[in-house]
């Protein structure tokens, strides 16, 4: 498939047929002329004056209007070691702590909902958690086989698609809801990776079956609550791995939340 409305450029290295079950979102830790060059040419990886057969399906610069796509999403092309073969490949110009500007938002939201609508991949996005094959989106930093730490954050893929609660339905009576006040608080230190989710100083709501990332703006509403309501709010300290460990186990809100959306 080729996007509509975005311009393509084929690139050099076609490697054969490709029925994509997922989406690798990419960052290039470069600038947009030497980002297109690769995505189109590739580059000589080993420094032994050979250009090696790298390219990507699709690069979103920063500015309005610098967006391309170099091979049809049935295409195979070298983005990622572990992924290739079953992965379109996105790239967004930029380092994982540039914040996506407004227009990669746009196109990017455009671009992975056309590849996803097209191919019947889940619109969902597997930002952390150990490094597997997921059907889906995923980072490259959490592709198999793969050492890359690159990512698009959790918070710009809110952005590109907002988690929107869903209407309350009152359970049947033999379901229980969970209890607000079971939830614990946690704040994450000891961050060995500071690629990997979560962030340093990330607020965690976690209770038995369920977590949620608070925004900053959502943990001071909390702690502003506990104080109206008399009742101290503290959130412990935990360990970077530990909290992707714990959280792998559990549902994400914010995930839920959109599906039941999209539903």
């Known amino acids: 498939m080729k996007v509509d409305g975005v311009s393509f450029e084929q690139g050099d290295h076609r490697r054969g047929k490709l029925t994509p079950t997922a989406i690798v979102l990419h960052r290039t830790y470069g600038s947009w002329v030497g980002d297109y060059a690769v995505g189109r040419h590739g580059r000589d990886v080993n420094g032994d004056g050979k250009v090696d057969p790298i390219g990507f399906h699709f690069l979103i610069g920063k500015h309005e209007g610098n967006v391309v796509q170099f091979y049809a999403t049935s295409t195979v092309c070298n983005h990622a070691k572990g992924a290739s073969t079953w992965a379109v490949g996105i790239e967004f110009e930029g380092r994982n702590e540039d914040r996506l500007t407004d227009a990669q938002v746009a196109a990017g939201a455009r671009i992975i909902r056309a590849v996803c609508d097209e191919h019947e991949i889940p619109l969902t996005y597997a930002f952390g958690g150990p490094r597997r094959k997921f059907n889906g989106c995923l980072p490259h930093a959490v592709v198999p086989g793969s050492d890359h730490t690159d990512r698009v954050t959790h918070e710009d893929w809110l952005r590109m698609f907002p988690a929107t609660p869903p209407p309350f339905i009152p359970p049947p009576p033999s379901i229980v ?87």
Request: charged share 25%.
């Open 177 to 263: 809801l969970e209890d607000d006040m079971a939830a614990e608080y946690f704040s994450v230190v000891d961050v060995t990776d500071p690629a990997a989710w979560p962030p340093s100083g990330a607020v965690l709501r976690i209770t038995d079956t369920t977590y949620i990332h608070l925004s900053p703006d959502e943990w001071a509403a909390e702690l502003r609550v506990a104080r109206i309501a008399q009742k101290p709010l503290r959130a412990q300290r935990m360990g970077q791995a530990d909290a992707r460990d714990i959280c792998w186990s559990r549902i994400d809100v914010r995930a839920l939340n959109a599906a039941a959306h999209r539903a």
